[in-house]
C-alpha cells in the first residue's frame, strides 16, 4: 500500500505523441513504465486548452463553474482582453482540500498557479507570470532554488535549447523538493514539452529538437521512478491536460464577420489587420 502520490504532468502528450517517441526508441523508462502500468485514455475538457484543463484536474471543476475559458479573456467593462491568473479562477484544488487536514503537499510547475497561494507545503507557479518576482510559497522556496538551480519560470529567448534546459530545472527542483520536505502528495507539469511540440511535431519523423527533449524527460523519468519506490513508498501517475494534433484549418472568425459586414470596429488594430478571413489550411 501506498502511503504517498506523485503526479506527473506532461503538458499536451497524448497517446499518438508518446507512441511516436517510443517508437523512435528515445525514451526507454517511459516505455518500460507503459508496458507494467495501468493505461487509458482520459478526456480532456472543454475546451481542451492548458489553463483551465490543470485547474480543472486540480478541483474537479469544468470551465463554467471555474469561470475560466481560455489564457486571457474579455473585460468589457475595460474594453480590453487581460491575461488570466490564478486569481481568476474559482474552487478548491486538491492541495487546498489536504491542506485543512494539515497534510502537506508540493506543487512545481503547474499552469495557472501564478500567483502561488499559501498551502500546507511548498507552490512552485507555474507560466503564465507577469514576473518573476515571486513565485513561490514560502517565499525562502524562491531563493533556494535560484540559488541551487539558477531557477526561473519564463524563458528568456524562443530557442528550444532554453526549454530544454528549464525541463532539466524543473525536474531538478522537484527532485530536491521531494527529497527535503514533507509530503503526501506531489504535483509536477512539464509544460515546455507542449511548447516543443507545437513547433515541432510533425507526421515526418521525430525532430532532433524533440528527441533531445524527449531523451531529458526519460532520463528524469526513470530517475524519478526509481527513487519513489526506493526511497518514498509512493504511487506515481503520469498524465496530461490534453492532446496533440495537426490543425486541419482555422476560422478567423472576426476578421470573416468584418468582411461580410456584421462587425464593425473603430480602430482597426494589426492583429485584425494581418489575420486571413474565413478558414485557412
Ligand atoms: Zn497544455
Known amino acids: 500500500m501506498h502511503s504517498k502520490v506523485f503526479v506527473l504532468g506532461l503538458d499536451g502528450v497524448s497517446f499518438n505523441v508518446l507512441d511516436r517517441v517510443i517508437q523512435e526508441g528515445v525514451a526507454p523508462n517511459l516505455r518500460q513504465a507503459i508496458a507494467e502500468a495501468a493505461t487509458g485514455d482520459l478526456q480532456s475538457i472543454l475546451p481542451a486548452v492548458t489553463y483551465p484543463a490543470w485547474k480543472a484536474y486540480a478541483t474537479g471543476l469544468d470551465p463554467s463553474q471555474l469561470g475560466v475559458y481560455w489564457w486571457r479573456a474579455l473585460s468589457i467593462p475595460e474594453k480590453r482582453i487581460r491575461q488570466n491568473t490564478a486569481r481568476s479562477f474559482r474552487g478548491r484544488e486538491v492541495w487546498d482540500h489536504l491542506s485543512a487536514k494539515d497534510i502537506p503537499s508540493i506543487v512545481v510547475n503547474m499552469p495557472s498557479t501564478y500567483p502561488p497561494h499559501p498551502i500546507q507545503g511548498v507552490m512552485v507557479a507555474g507560466a503564465i507570470a507577469d514576473d518573476d518576482s515571486a513565485y513561490a510559497y514560502p517565499e525562502r522556496v524562491q531563493q533556494d532554488l535560484e540559488r541551487r538551480f539558477r531557477y526561473y519560470i519564463t524563458p528568456r529567448t524562443t530557442d528550444p535549447k532554453e526549454a530544454i534546459v528549464l525541463i532539466q530545472k524543473r525536474f531538478e527542483a522537484a ?10 502528495f ?30 531529458v524527460i526519460d532520463q528524469n523519468f526513470g530517475h524519478l521512478r526509481y527513487r519513489l519506490s526506493a526511497t518514498q513508498n509512493a504511487l506515481l501517475m503520469v498524465m496530461s491536460d490534453h492532446g496533440m494534433v495537426w490543425k486541419k484549418g482555422q476560422l478567423n472568425l472576426n476578421a470573416w464577420l468584418r468582411q461580410q459586414g456584421y462587425l464593425a470596429v473603430r480602430n482597426v488594430s494589426s492583429i485584425v489587420r494581418q489575420l486571413k478571413p474565413g478558414i485557412s489550411v
Open 175 to 184: 527532485f530536491y523538493l521531494m527529497e527535503t520536505r514533507p509530503w503526501y
Open 186 to 215: 506531489f504535483h509536477l507539469t512539464i509544460f515546455l514539452i507542449d511548447h516543443l511540440l507545437h513547433l515541432y511535431f510533425s507526421k515526418e519523423g521525430l525532430h532532433p529538437v524533440l528527441a533531445e527533449a524527449w531523451q
